[in-house]
């Protein structure tokens, strides 16, 4: 079974290489051949077990080059086609070639053949892809080729594919060189005396084609060129009104061209090869038609191609006034009745502006201003330029004054208008904090410290707007100057300072410094120390700490308590002068029972003991403790809890 891979379509052509071999129109046909058109032969329909061969009745003679060109179709069907077709030379007769799995190629000797095979016989060593060899005499097994067996085409396993395609055979007997090309792409070429070796010296042969099908079919076609082609010199076949077109023959035909035809689409039309340069007279899509006919008086099916006459595009536009860095109104109106408007060219004051459909005009200086537009369509034709004026109205431009402040002190916002072309009658402020205010200048106090946007928008006379920001940051101040604290007699302490980046001291008594936040103190008696901070916004707050001098210590623990939660005496702790540490203080019943104990100088006992009240009774207590100079005081004494 044959192996196929997928194809892409392509176009058909053919052509024909000078020096020209003249054929007449006589063509022997054979099996299931049938002529389809003046130039055109089916050699198979698409049924099983056809067989057929067109053969040129004229003999023609190797000893003079050729160089053919034909459209081939190998029809639709590419798992379930077959089997191929094959061009042939051979002497022997015009009635060869039905015979089916050989192509009608099988056994026929001498001859020389160039297949498009696109069936996989297995046993006759076929590749799997639909493919092309040169072989002799009627050998149709691979393995002594002439040439091949390689791909038909050079871009697709698979030539059954709906398309035509273009199938070149090329012999010069100069350098014994037969050469064949598919689609316009080299393929094979052999290097052999064929008329010696093949044809027993004698050069006059028959060429045909011939094809068959077996279990698999497809329908199989050939024709003699007859393909008519210009060229109009244009770009994508397009120019402007006024310009005219040069058309120019390039039409391919098997046989000499007798007769040439053009329609220019515009009711006039030419016999000649090469027509003279034709000019339209409106822009428009025309048809132009080519059609041939060769010596054999086959005619050709019109060749058609769309010649775009493009015309001037017709624009014009409005620039409404406006104000300066507001972009204006612009109504734009361009037209062109064919093609495509693809090119902008803009200037303004007589200098480029820009290249886009929607010029920026948000960056023009306030006066008159004129500009003037040009556009090009897709086919290059370009417009007469048009040319509008606009004003630009100055906008005001205002600067804030307002300075960063503090929490609960009113800040001053003031407005002043930096140019000299306007006057702002409406003024309107927005604080940030949901206050606003439509008064030019303002105080405006703030309770909470943040950073504020600030936003003033302002209105001229001349109806242009402005609006201008500014961030106020807003900052709170909290001094303290430490806690309050014991030092000894004429020895350095230092303070503790914070809340502000400026600090003062005052009274400035035995501080080393009293401007930084932590100054060193030496004092022989107790004093209060008054702290100021400041901020750089100015905001400014008071602390206090007392320094009290150490002149001995003490200890008291009271006789009595009554814990009975009236806010009075319900706790019994010992009371401290000039003890820096507590290493235990302990309560004992008076069975020596430990029911409380610390080294937490601020706590005490509350009369519980796990939980639960004690009744009144007399305790004992004993204590350690060590004061700053590191005197060691170890007491102990009673009280009574009193219920």
């Not at 393995?143 to 390689?150: E, F, Q, R, V, Y």
């Not at 004003?391 to 004054?401: F, G, N, Q, R």
């Not at 002068?577 to 069975?591: A, D, V």
Request: a negative charge; aromatic letters at 12%; hydrophobic letters at 35%.
């Amino acid at each position: 079974m044959i192996l196929k891979l997928l194809s892409t379509l392509l176009l058909w052509s053919a052509v024909l290489f000078s020096p020209p071999v003249i054929f007449s129109q006589n063509y022997y046909l054979n099996g299931s051949a049938e002529q389809e058109s003046c130039n055109c032969y089916q050699l198979t329909p698409s049924q099983k077990e056809q067989g057929g061969s067109v053969w040129q009745t004229t003999k023609i003679d190797l000893n003079k080059p050729f160089d053919f060109a034909f459209n081939v179709y190998l029809g639709c069907q590419d798992a379930a086609g077959a089997d191929g077709i094959v061009f042939m030379l051979q002497p022997l007769s015009t009635s060869l070639g039905v015979n089916g799995g050989g192509l009608g190629f099988q056994g026929v000797s001498p001859s020389i053949g160039i297949a498009l095979d696109t069936w996989q016989n297995v046993e006759d060593n076929d590749p799997a892809y639909d493919h092309i060899s040169i072989q002799a005499d009627g050998v149709i097994k691979h393995g002594n080729d002439l040439a091949g067996p390689i791909p038909a085409s050079a871009t697709s396993d698979n030539i059954e594919d709906c398309a035509w395609h273009v199938f070149r055979i090329k012999w010069d007997p100069v350098t014994d060189s037969l050469s064949t090309y598919f689609d316009g792409v080299f393929r094979l070429a052999v290097k052999k005396d064929i008329i010696t070796t093949i044809f027993n010296n004698d050069p006059m042969v028959y060429w045909g084609f011939s094809a068959s099908t077996g279990g698999a079919y497809n329908t199989q076609k050939f024709c003699t060129a007859l393909n008519p082609v210009y060229s109009s010199g244009l770009t994508s076949d397009a120019v402007c009104l006024g310009n005219p077109v040069t058309f120019k023959d390039s039409s391919t035909s098997f046989a000499t061209i007798k007769n040439y035809y053009w329609d220019f689409g515009d009711g006039s039309t030419s016999t000649l090869a090469d027509p003279p340069p034709h000019t339209y007279a409106q822009p428009g899509i025309y048809q132009v038609q080519h059609t041939i006919t060769a010596l054999d008086n086959c005619k050709s099916t019109p060749f058609t191609k769309a010649i775009k006459i493009g015309d001037k595009p017709d624009v014009s536009f409005h620039v409404f006034d406006t104000c300066q860095t507001i972009m204006p109104r612009l109504w734009i109106d361009a037209n062109v009745s064919v093609g495509n408007i693809d090119q902008w060219k803009w200037e303004m004051d007589g200098v480029p502006l820009s290249t886009t459909k929607v010029p920026d005009l948000t960056k023009v200086a306030p006066g008159n201003h004129s500009v003037s537009l040009m556009a090009t369509s897709d086919i290059g034709c370009v417009s007469n330029p048009y040319t509008g004026t606009f004003t630009v109205l100055p906008s005001p431009h205002v600067a804030i004054d307002a300075d960063d402040g503090c929490e609960n002190v009113p800040v001053l916002f003031a407005a002043s208008l930096t140019d000299n072309l306007t006057t702002v009658d409406k003024w309107h402020w927005n604080f940030g904090d949901g206050t606003f205010s439509d008064q030019k200048d303002n105080s405006h106090t703030y309770t909470n410290s943040a950073n504020y946007p600030i936003q003033l928008s302002v209105a001229a006379t001349n109806g242009c707007e402005g609006t201008f920001e500014k961030n106020v940051f807003i900052n709170s101040v909290h001094a303290s100057a430490g806690r309050d604290t014991l030092v000894i007699p004429d020895t350095p302490f230092q303070l503790n300072g914070s809340g502000g980046t400026i600090y003062a001291w005052s009274p400035e008594t035995g501080l080393d410094n009293p401007g930084i936040a932590n100054p060193v103190g030496n004092v022989s008696d107790n004093i209060t120390y008054h702290l100021t901070v400041k901020t750089v916004e100015g905001c400014t707050d008071t602390a206090s700490v007392n320094v009290s001098v150490f002149k001995g210590s003490a200890i008291y623990v009271p006789n009595a308590f009554t814990p009975n939660n009236d806010g009075l005496n319900d706790i019994i702790k010992p009371y401290f002068i000039g003890i820096k540490t507590l290493n235990y203080f302990t309560i004992y019943n008076r069975w020596g029972q430990k029911i409380f104990s610390t080294n937490d100088m601020s706590r005490g006992w509350n009369g519980y003991f796990k939980n639960e009240p004690k009744q009144g009774s007399s305790y004992v207590w004993v204590l350690r403790a060590v004061d700053v100079v590191g005197k060691v005081y170890n007491l102990k004494g009673t009280f009574i809890l009193i219920k």
